[in-house]
């Protein structure tokens, strides 16, 4: 069950037929926040069989399209994941169980925040939407804004990679870097380069070395937050 303050300000809106919908933000448990990813990482897996179905019929080029949205989607779920893990990183700070960063003390508040907050004292719920407003239009992907998230948070970017595997470990930020780029290039310019028009190859072998790079990232980065 996800995080909702006790005596959360009224949000919730009548639809069309009558019925209430919830618009209500959620913090997430440590554990949950793991399933989440665990579970897009399980999606994403399967659809390696997929491909592999493609390429024996000799529709190859079908299976490199989905190799390029494999690697949005595990850009996508790394993003996600750190989003959701800030939210709760920040609740747990405000709520003193979670050592208080520095980043976490300059962090600037809307003062409209802050009167919703002093109206509302015996909820946290305040301080959670406002959280989840400015870390929802914020991108951490590629090294510099993930190690800047998680200095935020408290984790050293640097002793994530420390704990990783030997493999992982010497890709370390080049391969966040390059990754974010790859995503970037098939987003925006459908995977073709700038200089040549010409789409870059892809294969399963990219993929999965991707996939078990961030999985592991992600492995380490929650090792540590669980003995927060």
């Known amino acids: 069950m996800g995080y909702r303050a006790s005596s959360v300000p ?10 209430e919908t919830s618009n209500l933000i959620v913090s997430f448990p440590l554990q949950q926040i793991e399933q989440h990813f665990k579970e897009t990482f399980k999606d994403i897996k399967k659809q390696f069989s997929v491909c592999s179905k493609l390429e ?3 529709r190859s080029l ?9 690697i949005v989607y595990i850009e996508g779920a790394l993003d996600f994941y750190l989003h959701e893990l800030s939210k709760y990183a920040f609740l747990k700070m405000f709520e003193g169980k979670w050592d208080k960063t520095t980043g976490y003390k300059l962090f600037k508040i809307d003062m409209q925040a802050v009167e919703i907050g002093l109206k509302n004292k015996e909820s946290n719920y305040w301080l959670l939407e406002h959280v989840n407003d400015v870390f929802s239009f914020q991108t951490y992907e590629g090294s ?3 190690s800047m998230q998680l200095d935020l948070i408290g984790i ?4 994530v990679f420390g704990k990783m595997s030997k493999v992982n470990k010497k890709a370390s930020s080049k391969m966040l870097d390059d990754l974010f780029a790859r995503r970037n290039q098939i987003v925006h310019q459908t995977d073709r380069k700038h200089s040549s028009a010409q789409k870059e190859d892809i294969d399963k072998n990219y993929v999965q ?3 078990n790079f ?3 990232f992600v492995e380490v980065i929650h090792m540590i937050a669980k003995t927060k």
């Open 156 to 159: 050293n970017f640097s002793n």
């Open 56 to 58: 024996a019929e000799g």
């Open 144 to 146: 510099r804004k993930i």
């Open 10 to 19: 009224s949000r919730v809106e009548k639809a069309r037929n009558g019925k």
């Open 209 to 211: 070395d991707a996939l």
């Open 214 to 216: 961030i999985e592991n």
């Open 62 to 70: 079908e299976a490199k399209d989905i190799y390029r949205l494999l």
